[in-house]
């Protein structure tokens, strides 16, 4: 997987502020402390998914996964949805 532009960083930054602008929630982080938490974020991504396409043991499931990254990264996304109540 592929890591975010800079410019995909700074748009989501963006997009955070509007929605919480849009609320009336004051943000009590900077852009660069924003920036930073989004970079520690993709990070934390791109590991996890390394070890998680690492840990799958080779056979089909593995290869059948690897051919369908869309599938792939949809079942991380659920996962961490779920795992979003938890936070």
Known sequence: MAKLLDQDKDD???DIMR???L???ETPITKVQGRALIDIMDDGMETAETTIISNIPAGV???WLL???PIARKIIELVANKRQETL
């Open 12 to 14: 989501i930054f963006a």
């Open 19 to 21: 929605k919480w602008s």
């Open 23 to 25: 609320v009336n929630l």
């Open 61 to 63: 499931a593995k290869t």
């Open 67 to 69: 051919a369908n990254t």
